[in-house]
């Protein structure tokens, strides 16, 4: 049983207590970690049935994989990659990606407002983002994900990622340069 003090306590604390069959305590875990998760994986797959099926299957994967956490990363970032590997598998198994990026004609991508769905040129923008990140590798959309739409350093992509600085600075780099091609080509 949870009690007040694991509510507020650390995430070690709280995931010697899900070992020890406490099942409060993890769902103490998925509510500090579900928009988390959430926004990783409608980051790569955009927000469809399949995002919250990957986002279910996270805290599940989680659940089961939890004796082997041995806490050497932070909890979060341990969810995270669970979050990533699942997401990039759906992305291979369904060919999909959906996201809100825009190139705006410097070494930059930003994200775009596309609260309005009425809007015909944010629509029209949303869809040609879309198929130029499609033709992206997923190692390459990954690491746009991470850096632009989750907000992470590139610092903090490479650890959760497990990939080196450099690597995720070249991939960064190149990805860019490929979707500053592949806008280019649909004007």
């Known amino acids: 049983m949870l009690n007040e003090s694991q509510k507020g306590s650390g995430d070690d604390l709280l995931v010697k207590a899900v070992l020890n069959g406490d099942k409060e305590a993890f769902g103490e875990i998925v509510r500090r970690?579900?928009?988390?998760?959430?926004?990783?994986?409608?980051?790569?797959?955009?927000d469809s049935v399949y995002s919250e099926d990957i986002g279910?299957?996270?805290?599940?994967?989680?659940?089961?994989?939890?004796?082997?956490?041995?806490?050497?990363a932070k909890l979060s970032t341990y969810i995270q990659k669970i979050a990533i590997n699942l997401t990039l598998n759906e992305i291979k198994r369904r060919k999909r990606f959906f996201s809100t990026f825009i190139h705006k004609g410097n070494?930059?991508?930003y994200e775009i407002d596309i609260a309005d769905d009425n809007n015909?040129?944010?629509?029209?923008?949303?869809?040609?983002?879309?198929?130029?990140?499609?033709?992206?590798?997923?190692?390459f959309r990954v690491i746009v994900t991470m850096r632009m739409l989750q907000g992470y350093s590139t610092k903090e992509t490479a650890e959760i990622?497990?990939?080196p600085l450099?690597?995720?600075?070249?991939?960064?780099?190149?990805a860019q340069e490929q979707l500053r091609v592949i806008l280019k080509n649909y004007e």
């Open 107 to 109: 070494d930059e991508l």
């Open 33 to 46: 970690y579900r928009r988390m998760v959430a926004r990783t994986v409608k980051g790569m797959l955009g």
């Open 120 to 139: 015909a040129e944010r629509n029209d923008t949303r869809e040609l983002v879309t198929k130029a990140l499609m033709k992206l590798d997923p190692k």
């Open 166 to 174: 450099g690597t995720v600075l070249s991939r960064l780099s190149r």
């Open 56 to 72: 279910q299957e996270v805290f599940i994967k989680l659940y089961h994989s939890l004796s082997e956490f041995r806490g050497e």
């Open 161 to 163: 990622l497990d990939l």
